[in-house]
């Protein structure tokens, strides 16, 4: 999975980080609850331990689970608000020989201790009782839950602000937190405007269906409420295929760049045949990078070709990660010397760039005195 939204946010309240501790804190959480919302989708409520975990709305949750003599890690989006709910929740969709997706819905019962990273992402905002604005959000599936998070913290925060939420699914048994959108819907009249898309409509089906188009997209628009653009911010999430085709349908109604956002669900792999060496100096020879993270220092020596993350954790170096693609940032790290080169910079700001900030799972080094420091 893979992240951006309103702001930047830092990936860690500080006051859940102890003094001496520079990286990510790790939990053992209890599962109070495993709630199935959908024949394929369930949602795992753990307990909030003491002190209480931080977070803010949009984040996510990475599980840690020892499987096949490996621990696997795997990203969830918090559906919970920290405004509205006393438990840490995420939801989990099966996907299709998803190793942690299914594994999760079939073993996890009340009392089960899961261990986790703390709360991290940046699909998140500030909010504020004085704000007014329309966030019209685009959601695909489980692209919902982050979304949720996002509804429930709007509506209680801001209350002159409102959302309005396209949902796409393949059928209506499959769209998650129906009945609780219902009830939403109606308890916040004329703030929260849902609108259900389906693949494969029944007979009786009153809203729409099929791929949504530029004419389907000025008949929706049509229902909700014009607050005109710049109160008005466009937040997506879902499979790869949708968010490009509302990427497309939104830059058509030129709408501008810096008014979308989107959250990406995406999975990468450590265990990826090495990445053909990129037509830049130093890419095609080994390099020895110095990591600094949690109070130690390690060197390790970088092939051609393959990332800091992946030879680290081979030599058996534990830091932080999540998604492996490069998008959600819990790898980041900053080069204070020497030169990396990025397979993927969608994670990070211009401006982390600029200051020399790196993701070590998608991170090559092209010199010999490239020093990281984590956390």
Not at 328 to 350: F, H, I, M, P, Y
Request: overall charge negative.
């Amino acid at each position: 999975m893979a992240f951006s939204f309103f702001k930047k946010s830092d990936k860690t309240p500080p006051k859940e980080k102890e003094e001496n501790h520079s990286g990510p804190r790790y939990y053992d959480l209890t599962v109070k609850n495993v709630i199935q919302e959908t024949n394929d989708a369930v949602s795992v409520a753990f307990v909030q331990p003491e002190p209480k975990i931080s977070y803010k709305a949009g984040q996510f949750l990475t599980l840690i689970v020892p499987m096949q003599g490996k621990d696997v890690r795997r990203a969830y989006s918090l559906c919970s608000s920290p405004f509205t709910d006393s438990d840490l929740v995420v939801t989990v969709k099966r996907v299709e020989n998803g190793l942690m997706s299914n594994w999760l819905p079939d073993n996890l019962k009340p009392g089960a201790k899961v261990r986790i990273m703390e709360p991290m992402g940046q699909f998140t905002t500030e909010f504020a009782k004085t704000n007014k604005r329309h966030i019209i959000m685009f959601a695909g599936g489980s692209g919902i839950t982050p979304m949720m998070s996002l509804i429930k913290s709007i509506l209680t925060q801001e209350p002159d602000s409102i959302c309005s939420l396209i949902y796409c699914n393949r059928d209506i048994d499959s769209i998650i937190f129906k009945s609780t959108l219902d009830r939403m819907q109606t308890e916040d009249e004329g703030r929260l405007h849902v609108i259900h898309i389906l693949d494969n409509a029944p007979m009786n089906w009153q809203g729409y269906s099929g791929l949504l188009n530029h004419d389907m997209l000025t008949k929706l628009f049509e229902r909700i409420p014009d607050w005109g653009i710049d109160k008005t911010t466009y937040l997506m999430c879902g499979p790869e295929g949708m968010m490009k085709n509302v990427d497309t349908l939104l830059e058509a109604r030129h709408i501008p760049k810096e008014k979308i956002f989107k959250e990406s669900f995406v999975q990468g792999t450590i265990d990826k045949k090495e990445t053909p060496a990129v037509a830049e100096e130093g890419a095609a020879k080994d390099h020895e990078v110095t990591i600094r993270y949690d109070g130690q220092e390690y060197k390790v020596l970088v092939p051609a070709g393959k990332a800091i993350l992946e030879t680290a954790l081979d030599q058996g170096i534990d830091l932080p990660y999540s998604c492996q693609s490069g998008l959600c940032t819990a790898c980041r790290g900053k080069a204070l010397s020497g030169k990396v080169k990025l397979d993927e910079e969608e994670g990070l700001s211009k401006s982390e760039r600029d200051e020399g900030y790196v993701l070590t799972c998608v991170g090559h080094p092209l010199t010999d005195d490239v020093v990281i420091e984590i956390g």
